[in-house]
């Protein structure tokens, strides 16, 4: 039931581009994004439903193909600020998130 | 808006002392989550609440676990005879029902709790 992320891990210069991908097996509602920096709380980055609404708060952009239950995160022009590990929520109804295993994105000078 | 604030940030005990948590969710919102989150894991989804309806809880989770949110504000996580396997970092989030059949809302998580079971 927990989503599977890919990459597990990725490292970037800075100004490069990466795509994280999230797959479920699940028929999904919804998928939330979060970044997580060591020691800290997830973040909120976007949610994307069921229908193709978005919201964020970022400059993150984002997809959600229903039918292969599968999002993916783009992060485009990578600053070093975006280092951290990016979490997919999925919500199959109810509200609650079953996360993914985490990617751990290294952005260096 | 004050975020979603959460008590103590660390807590060390011993194996079989019972412990207890505190989160403050934001004010206006009538959803409060608990996930427990272990190092280099994704938050695992403990139990939820609706006001003070306590909606579902993990079948994963053991009976020595309860939460509470009596008056639909804050609430509380107990675990009672705590063991080494506790430990982990416990977030707490919160959102706001959107309204409708299905709704869905952003959560936003607290700083969390860090336990340590010695």
């Known amino acids: 039931q927990q989503p599977v992320q890919s990459p597990q891990a990725v490292i970037l210069r800075e100004g490069e581009d990466a795509v994280i991908n999230c797959s479920s097996s699940k028929a999904l509602y919804s998928v939330h994004w979060y970044r997580q920096k060591h020691g800290e709380a997830p973040v909120f980055l976007m949610i994307?439903?069921?229908?193709?609404e978005q919201k964020g708060h970022e400059k993150i952009s984002a997809s959600f193909n229903e039918k292969k239950q599968q999002s993916s995160l783009y992060l485009t022009a990578s600053q070093l600020s975006y280092s951290g590990t990016y979490f997919c929520g999925t919500e199959i109804g109810g509200g609650k998130l079953i996360f993914g295993q985490g990617t751990e994105l290294s952005v260096k000078p | 808006d004050t975020g979603v604030s959460q008590d103590p940030r660390h807590k060390i005990t011993k194996r079989g002392q019972n412990v207890t948590f505190r989160c403050d969710p934001i004010?206006?919102?009538?959803?409060l989550y608990w996930y427990r989150q272990t190092l280099g894991q994704g938050p695992e989804f403990l139990t939820y609440f609706q006001n003070e309806a306590q909606l579902e809880k993990s079948r994963l989770l053991s009976d020595r676990f309860s939460a509470e949110r009596p008056k639909g504000s804050f609430s509380t996580l107990e675990i009672q005879r705590t063991e080494q396997g506790d430990s982990a970092m416990y977030l707490c989030?919160?959102?706001?029902?959107?309204?409708?059949?299905?709704?869905?809302?952003?959560?936003?998580f607290g700083p969390g709790t860090r336990l340590t079971v010695l």
């Open positions: 004010s206006e919102h009538n959803r």
């Open positions: 989030a919160s959102s706001s029902l959107a309204g409708g059949v299905e709704p869905t809302d952003t959560q936003y």
């Open positions: 994307l439903l069921k229908g193709g």
